[in-house]
């Protein structure tokens, strides 16, 4: 008997997708062929049974009602994701220079990584599904730094986000900018941060015109003439964000300056050598010694008298015999 229906996208691989239906059963059907995304909704119409083979008929009924955490002696919880999960989804549009996308359920919990060049590709690789959203982010932040997306050395990074939230827990933008700003403060790396919010709509037609989510929304603000100009949409997203920075609307930015160094002093080499401080003109102040001399007044040079001495007067001259 061949089951038909609707189910949302768990998993795809080239031969095989699994599908979780509205009702909570499992369904593995042969690939259809084209382009097919965790988290959308399709038909179907397979022989497949409900289950894989591997998983009893009450399990997958306990699955598709519950949270179930597996604990095994001496390993880590392993979390099973129960069917509520699927039916409300986030997407987290995310271009550093790799782009990417994130595909969360309603408790924030990571369901998917979708790179949409090479680099995130290479970005992605050892990030498991499972971990919380922010947790995500954060592990996608450290691997750019090593892989040098986002380097120190750079004249200025961005990072742009674009949120989309159906239902379930609301991502806050501004607890993002925060993790991302102190992620990027901590290694002393200059950029932008920029955050949008869009709808499933916005999405889909981003799908459609080729773009990844967070260029679309820096095209949504050109002018109709600017659309025109074949060569406008290939720009880097830097540049789009210069020209058109007082038309976007972001639900947050942040922009990440490093503080300035206090003048250094220089090295002398033999190279290099430091000149010499310029000579300094101070005002002579007198010995204070000089200060403490005393001069004895100039005294005229008089006569000499002496008291009651016999004054030689001269007589008359004496005649001799």
């Avoid at 699927?86 to 969360?104: H, Q, R, V």
């Avoid at 924030?108 to 499972?130: H, K, M, R, Y």
């Avoid at 929304?217 to 949409?233: G, V």
Wanted: glycine residues 6%; hydrophobic residues 40%.
């Amino acid at each position: 008997m061949r089951k038909r229906g609707q189910g949302i996208v768990l998993e795809v691989n080239k031969k095989h997708i699994l599908l979780l239906t509205p009702g909570g059963e499992y369904i593995k059907i042969p690939h259809p062929g084209g382009r097919i995304r965790p988290g959308e909704e399709i038909s179907f119409s397979s022989p497949a049974p409900a289950c894989p083979k591997l998983i009893a008929a009450a399990a997958c009924i306990a699955v598709a009602a519950l949270l179930l955490i597996a604990i095994i002696p001496g390993e880590t919880p392993v979390n099973i994701l129960p069917d509520k999960s699927y039916s409300t989804l986030g997407f987290l549009a995310l271009d550093i220079n790799p782009s990417l996308e994130i595909s969360f359920d309603e408790s924030l919990l990571v369901i998917a990584l979708e790179p949409l060049n090479s680099d995130a590709a290479l970005l992605i690789e050892g990030i498991e599904e499972g971990a919380s959203l922010f947790e995500v982010v954060e592990m996608l932040l450290e691997h750019s730094i090593t892989l040098g997306f986002l380097d120190p050395d750079h004249d200025r990074d961005l990072i742009l986000i674009t949120l989309v939230q159906i239902e379930g827990m609301p991502v806050s933008p501004q607890a993002l900018a925060d993790l991302i700003e102190e992620k990027l403060a901590c290694h002393n790396i200059y950029g932008e941060v920029g955050i949008f919010e869009a709808s499933a709509q916005n999405r889909t037609e981003a799908q459609a015109a080729g773009y990844s989510l967070n260029r679309f929304m820096l095209l949504e603000a050109l002018k109709p003439e600017e659309r025109e100009i074949s060569t406008i949409a290939d720009r880097p997203p830097v540049e789009l964000l210069s020209e058109l920075r007082d038309r976007l609307l972001f639900s947050e930015f942040r922009s990440i300056l490093m503080p300035e160094l206090p003048p250094q002093v220089p090295i002398e080499t033999d190279e290099n050598p430091v000149p010499p401080d310029p000579p300094v003109n101070l005002p002579v102040l007198p010995d204070p010694a000089e200060k403490r001399k005393i001069e004895a007044p100039a005294v005229p040079d008089l006569p000499v008298t002496v008291p009651n001495a016999p004054v030689n007067t001269p007589g008359p001259p004496s005649s001799t015999p």
